[in-house]
C-alpha cells in the first residue's frame, strides 16, 4: 500500500514538473520571440531615422551647393542688393527692383491703403516678375495697432487682433489659430513674412512697446515666442523676432534716440529668455533696435553696435539673418546719415537693411567693398543667410 501510495505522488510529481517545464519552456519561447521583434523593432526605427537623418543631410547639402553655386554667378552690385529690404518706393517700383537688384520689398501703409485684394496680389506679382532673384515681400503684421493689411479696402475679412487680445481670450491654442488664419492671407497676396513675433518682456502698461506684446513676464513670452515659431515654420512663413536685446519698458525709439540703462545680467536672466525660445525653435530671423544698450555697448544703437551682434551670434548662438529695424526711426536717423547706415549696419554684423534710402545706401556700401572697409567675405557671408532664408521659404526653385 505505501509503494502504491508512492508511486502515485511520484507520478503526479512527474506530470506537474513535466506541465511546469512545458509551460515554462512555452514562456521562455515567446518571450524571446517578443525580445526578437523588439531588437527588429528598434533596428527598424533606428535604421529608418537613420535613414530620414542622411536624406536630410543630402538636402542640405544639396541646398548649400545651389545657394553657393547661385552666388558664385552673381555680381557684386547683385550681392549688395540681396541685403536691402526696401520701403516700395513711391515711383519707379519695378525700375528700383532691377537697378538695384533689391532682396526684398517692404509694405507700408501708403502701399495698401487703396489696394483691393486683386490689385495688391497684381502689385506684388508685377515686382516679381521683374526681379531676377526672387523678392522676400514683407507686411508689418503683428495684429492690433501694427497691421497694415488691415488699413486696406478689404484686403482682411476682419482685422488681426493684438496677440495680448487673443491670448487672453484663448491663450497658445488661440495664438496657433490666429498664426494659420494670418498665415493664410499673407500667401493668399504674395507676402512672405509678417516680421513678427514680438519678443519683448514689457510689463508697464504705460511703456511705449507694452500694446504689442503679451504685458506678461519672460516665461510666458518665451512659451508664446517658441509656439509662434514653430507654427510659422510649419505654414511656411518667416519669422521675426524683436526688437533685439529686448525693448523693455522703454521709451518709443521711433521718435527719439533711446538709453536702456539695464544692466547685463537683468537682460540675460529675463529679456534674452524668449529670444533664446525663438533661437531653439528655429526661428528665421531676429530684428535688432536702434536703442543705446548701455550695459553692451554705450556708444552705438544696438542696431550698428558690433558688440551687439556679435552677442547674439556667439552668446545666442544665432545663425539666421539678423535685420535692422527701419533705418528711418529717429533712433538710428538722429545719430548717423542715411547714407552712412546702411553700410555702419552691415559691418556691425546685419545681413539685411530696412531701408527706405536704398539709393544712397547701396552706393555707399559698394564704395566700402572698394575701399576694403567692409570684405566681399563678410558680404557673401550675409548674402548665403538671406538666400538660406529665401529657400526655407520656397522661393528659390529649382
Not at 247 to 260: A, K, L, P, T
Not at 341 to 357: P, Q, T, V, Y
Amino acid at each position: 500500500m505505501i509503494t502504491s501510495a508512492v508511486a502515485i505522488l511520484l507520478l503526479i510529481f512527474g506530470i506537474s514538473f513535466s506541465i511546469m517545464w512545458f509551460v515554462n519552456k512555452n514562456n521562455d519561447t515567446a518571450q524571446t520571440k517578443r525580445t526578437e521583434e523588439t531588437k527588429q523593432s528598434s533596428t527598424e526605427v533606428a535604421e529608418e531615422s537613420q535613414t530620414a537623418q542622411s536624406n536630410q543631410d543630402t538636402s542640405l547639402k544639396g541646398q548649400e551647393k545651389k545657394i553657393k553655386d547661385l552666388i558664385a554667378s552673381m555680381s557684386l552690385e547683385e550681392k549688395v542688393g540681396q541685403l536691402f529690404l526696401a520701403r516700395v518706393p513711391i515711383e519707379a517700383q519695378q525700375e528700383s527692383i532691377q537697378e538695384y537688384h533689391l532682396g526684398g520689398y517692404l509694405l507700408f501703409g501708403r502701399d495698401i491703403e487703396t489696394a483691393t485684394p486683386d490689385s495688391l496680389k497684381e502689385k506684388i506679382s508685377s515686382y516679381q516678375k521683374v526681379s531676377k532673384i526672387p523678392l522676400f515681400i514683407a507686411s508689418d503684421e503683428e495684429g492690433g495697432t501694427v497691421s497694415r493689411l488691415g488699413g486696406g479696402n478689404g484686403l482682411v475679412s476682419e482685422p488681426f487682433k493684438s496677440p495680448m487680445e487673443i491670448y487672453q481670450e484663448a491663450g497658445l491654442t488661440g495664438i496657433r489659430s490666429d498664426i494659420q488664419k494670418k498665415s493664410e492671407v499673407l500667401r493668399s497676396y504674395g507676402i512672405h513674412g509678417g516680421l513678427f513675433p514680438d519678443a519683448d518682456v514689457a510689463t508697464d502698461p504705460e511703456a511705449f512697446i507694452y500694446d504689442r506684446t503679451l504685458g506678461l513676464d519672460a516665461e510666458k513670452t518665451s512659451e508664446y515666442v517658441k509656439t509662434s515659431v514653430e507654427e510659422l515654420k510649419k505654414q511656411r512663413i518667416a519669422s521675426t523676432l524683436k526688437h533685439f536685446p529686448g525693448y523693455g519698458d522703454n521709451r518709443d525709439s521711433h521718435v527719439e534716440i533711446v538709453y536702456d540703462t539695464r544692466d547685463l545680467e537683468t537682460l540675460r536672466s529675463n529679456d534674452f529668455l524668449p529670444f533664446k525660445a525663438g533661437i531653439t525653435a528655429g526661428t528665421d530671423s531676429i530684428m535688432v533696435s536702434h536703442n543705446i544698450v548701455t550695459s553692451i555697448d554705450d556708444t552705438m544703437p544696438a542696431s550698428i553696435s558690433q558688440p551687439v551682434h556679435d552677442l547674439l551670434r556667439n552668446e545666442l548662438g544665432f545663425q539666421g539673418v539678423i535685420m535692422t529695424d527701419d533705418m528711418d526711426m529717429a533712433g538710428l536717423a538722429d545719430f548717423i546719415s542715411q547714407e552712412e547706415a546702411g553700410l555702419a549696419a552691415l559691418k556691425a554684423g546685419n545681413d539685411l537693411i530696412l531701408s527706405s534710402s536704398f539709393q544712397e545706401q547701396i552706393p555707399y556700401v559698394l564704395q566700402g567693398i572698394e575701399q576694403g572697409t567692409y570684405s566681399e567675405e563678410a558680404l557673401n557671408q550675409s548674402v548665403y543667410r538671406v538666400l538660406k532664408m529665401k529657400s526655407d521659404l520656397g522661393l528659390l526653385k529649382e
